[in-house]
């Protein structure tokens, strides 16, 4: 990854999780095939404010971004959105009503 901010006092050390490593791209690439799409935090490296969150629709798309945009040092959390999107657990919900308020009681969806 590219370099953007580097501080000796964070302690920088070879061991730890690592986004590129085989096992973590493996484990999210077969979640592309076998489940879907991916629900993706990029916490910034000294970057000092929440982090911006992207869904990926397949691998490349998320490769991608992480050549474009993720820098040494940063964070990238990874969820399935199958195992974490549930109607059960949603905050808020419902149909988009037309301009008279109405909604359709059935519907392809």
Not at 19 to 47: C, M, N
Not at 71 to 93: P, T
């Amino acid at each position: 990854m590219k370099i953007q901010f580097f501080s000796e006092a964070d302690d920088w050390t070879t061991e730890g999780a690592k986004i590129t490593d085989p096992e973590q791209l493996e484990a999210i690439r077969k979640t592309f095939e076998d489940v879907g799409s991916v629900i993706v935090a990029h916490w910034f490296y000294r970057g000092a404010s929440a982090p911006d969150r992207f869904v990926f629709d397949n691998f490349e798309q998320f490769t991608e971004y992480l050549d474009a945009h993720a820098h040494a040092g940063d964070i990238i959390d990874v969820w399935s959105v199958e195992a974490v999107c549930k109607r059960d657990n949603r905050l808020a919900g419902g149909k988009c009503p037309d301009d008279a308020g109405r909604i359709p009681k059935r519907g392809a969806y």
